[in-house]
């Protein structure tokens, strides 16, 4: 059993991530495959009926079709990539204090809480994207209500129509400079947030609770969080783009339309892509659970103790015992030298 823990750095917790991940990869990248899985059938099925439609000739669907997949993928992905991280989570945890861990047990853990991972998911994604949905639900419907009869987007494209151009223009200028603060929002939320999985896998609390467990431990070290998550996403961007470059260069050659087997390819090498860099970050921010709760809580004294066969409580109530144990002799004696004496 590991009790060798201790405050890290954040190059110490990076150096840790990649220890764990790379002596446990077929753990967390066979965890990681069921949302990269579930993905992968997501987006073949929208290849699939978007090629249907272009081979019938009827590409005037092919917008709902988009906006549909949209709102299929994201709820989904949100609710399963949740339940991975979760599972993850469990897993990094087990393997970080020396038990043993596995992809059954790990899932297996996770689904009597079910509902309770994907209500803090519901919670935290409506709180972080709440203004950015708003805003892009605004400009979204704002395109489609010219696009449904054939204006903006046909017109402006074609440059047929400057004042659709014009006003295309300035729905996209006005979207963009409304998604800065509301990127900036995310990005705070989800920083104050980022613990909460772990919080709730190991300490098995319930949503909201979680959440506000969250923002105590995250407190005053967002910007090592965000340090950190930057750094697993460079990564995680750089591997992508090296394993999808082939298809970045055909897509560039195809003018954006790509064969339908080149799409199809496209996922399957994402599949792969998303099992084997997923877990990062999951792992990252379970390792910086550990290290807040150590240098804010004292986890590695609690852990040792534990790990000895002790228990906080018991010496909390063994220490107070002794306590009233000295102090009652102390008031007696206390109260028989304040008696008057007789001289």
């Not at 994207?129 to 009869?149: D, K, R, T, W």
């Not at 986890?299 to 109530?317: C, R, S, Y």
Request: net charge positive; glycine share 8%; charged share 10%.
């Amino acid at each position: 059993m590991e009790t060798n823990l201790r405050p890290l750095s954040l190059g110490e917790i990076l150096d840790r991530t990649a220890q764990l991940y790379r002596n446990n990869f077929v753990l967390f990248a066979g965890i990681a495959s069921v949302y990269a899985g579930i993905a992968m059938v997501v987006n073949l099925a929208q290849i699939g009926l978007t090629a249907l439609l272009r081979t019938q000739h009827m590409t005037q669907q092919l917008p709902w079709v988009t906006l549909g997949y949209l709102f299929i993928y994201f709820p989904l992905a949100t609710i399963v990539g949740g339940v991975a991280m979760a599972a993850n989570n469990r897993a990094v945890a087990w393997v970080n204090l020396g038990q043993p861990a596995s992809i059954r047990g790990a899932y297996k853990s996770i689904l009597p809480r079910l509902g309770r991972y994907l209500w803090l998911m519901i919670i935290a994604t409506f709180i972080v994207y709440l203004p950015f949905a708003l805003i892009f639900g605004i400009y979204l419907v704002f395109i489609l209500a010219y696009a449904g009869s054939g204006g903006l987007l046909t017109h402006a494209a074609a440059g047929a129509d400057p004042q659709a151009a014009i006003a295309f223009g300035c729905a996209t200028i006005v979207f963009v400079l409304f998604c800065i603060p509301a990127i900036a929002y995310a990005i705070v939320m989800a920083l104050r947030y980022s613990l909460a999985v772990p919080a709730l896998v190991v300490e098995d609390l319930k949503a909201r609770k979680a959440l506000r467990r969250s923002v105590e431990l995250s407190k005053g070290s967002l910007g090592r969080i965000f340090v950190l998550g930057l750094l697993i996403a460079v990564i995680q961007i750089g591997l992508a783009l090296v394993t999808q470059m082939f298809f970045i260069v055909a897509a560039v050659k195809h003018h954006g339309l790509l064969p339908v087997w080149v799409q199809v390819a496209q996922q399957i090498v994402g599949f792969f892509t998303n099992s084997f860099i997923g877990p990062m970050y999951a792992t990252g921010l379970t390792l910086f659970y550990y290290d807040q709760r150590i240098r804010k809580e004292g986890f590695d004294i609690e852990w040792m103790m534990q790990a000895a066969g002790m228990t906080v409580p018991a010496l909390a109530a063994e220490a107070s015992g002794t306590l009233v144990a000295e102090a009652e002799p102390r008031s007696e004696e206390f109260s028989q030298s304040t008696e008057p004496r007789g001289y």
